[in-house]
């Protein structure tokens, strides 16, 4: 792994903190929600014994995410909950109308626009994602097939935010971010919390509490929802490790530096994970749950992809780093090792 940072915040969290908002820890609330959606199913947890056979670990299990309510990733479960938790305050007696007339926008460069469509239009809302240049045009096909308007701003993921940021200013609609800064908390907070439910779903699942926990990060949400459930269930036992690309170290500088800063670097081939800077409640919370933040490089995720496609499960560099984290320390991890790790997407089909 290209940088290990030992967490020496761990427990009391950051000195210097921009907001005192933490991720949310209350499950039952997404999974209430959630029980009234029709699409929402839970995931399977694979039990991986013959990788934890060869890995020398007492125990392997991977949150199998990427049928997650047809959308093909856990990114399912953020949006289109926080949009079905918008359509709940209406106190609708038409779900499918409950929200005519709203218009959510965000800027996407991978699954958290489809959230977006798919939830806009479940709730009777109209979608407007923003896309980079250089994110692939079908991809925009597949957003307008779920009813979206798609619109192309930039030639990056931050320029196209800054494009959606725009016109919700100018149109008084709903920035809904997978991220949060300051003066935008709720959206992203909202999102989050919607991640709980497969830390939930893993929790009941799994048959003795794990020893390590590896969690991919872009912004951070997955992560510190998922490290905020597992402090709540299973208290201080379990390690738990923060997997960035090399790449994009918003966390792990973050942490490094005592604060949230931004960051620089190359495009990494895992697209969903490639954000410089983090989401300010995720780095609030993880800076508190997460005990190690590492990076890993392009090479190593390809490495995981290509030996979880052995073992008959197929996903993307992204979807699989938290996965490739704990190969790279199993020398590190003991025989009575008990390892959780999430598979966050499906293969790429654009």
């Known amino acids: 792994m290209t940088d290990t940072l030992a967490n020496p915040f761990r427990s009391q969290g950051l000195p ?4 005192d908002t933490l991720p949310s820890r209350d499950a039952a609330a997404v999974a209430e929600l959630l029980a009234l959606c029709p699409a929402h199913a839970e995931t399977p947890l694979r039990d991986m014994a013959d990788l934890a056979a060869k890995l020398g670990v ?3 299990h991977i949150k199998d995410e990427r049928s997650r309510m047809g959308l093909g990733s856990f990114k399912a479960l953020g949006a289109a909950y926080a949009i079905a938790h918008d359509a ?5 007696s038409d779900w499918s109308k409950a929200l005519t007339g709203r218009t959510y926008v965000t800027a996407s460069a991978g699954n958290h626009g489809m959230s977006v469509a798919a939830g806009a239009r479940i709730f009777g809302a109209k979608a407007v994602i923003y896309l980079a240049h250089t994110v692939p045009a079908a991809f925009g096909a597949r957003l307008e097939a779920q009813g979206a308007e798609v619109a192309w701003a930039g030639d990056d993921y931050e320029a196209s935010m800054a494009a959606a940021e725009a016109a919700a200013e100018a149109n008084g609609w709903t920035l809904l971010s997978d991220s949060t800064w300051s003066g935008n908390e709720a959206s992203g ?14 929790a009941a699942q799994i048959p003795a509490s794990p020893t390590h926990i590896f969690l991919q990060a872009g912004v951070g949400g997955l992560a510190a929802a998922v490290a905020a459930f597992a402090r709540a269930t299973w208290g201080d036992a379990p390690q738990i490790t923060v997997v960035e690309p090399e790449a994009a170290p918003a966390l792990i ?9 931004d960051t620089t670097g190359p495009v990494s081939d895992m697209g969903r994970l490639d954000c410089k800077t983090a989401s300010m409640v995720a780095l609030n919370g993880l800076a508190a749950d997460a005990d190690t933040f590492v990076t890993i490089s392009e090479e190593e995720a390809r490495v995981a992809v290509a030996t ?7 996903s993307t560099p992204s979807g699989v780093a938290g996965v490739a984290a704990a190969l790279l320390k199993r020398p590190h991890l003991g025989a009575d090792a008990r390892i959780l790790t999430i598979v966050s997407e499906g293969p790429e089909d654009v």
């Open 16 to 19: 210097t903190r921009q907001s």
């Open 58 to 60: 007492a125990s392997f």
């Open 88 to 92: 709940a305050c209406t106190d609708p």
């Open 189 to 202: 907070y909202r999102v989050m919390e919607g991640y709980l439910q497969m830390a939930s779903e893993a």
């Open 253 to 261: 500088e973050s942490i490094r530096a005592g604060q949230l800063v």
């Open 308 to 314: 979880l496609k052995a073992h008959g499960i197929a």
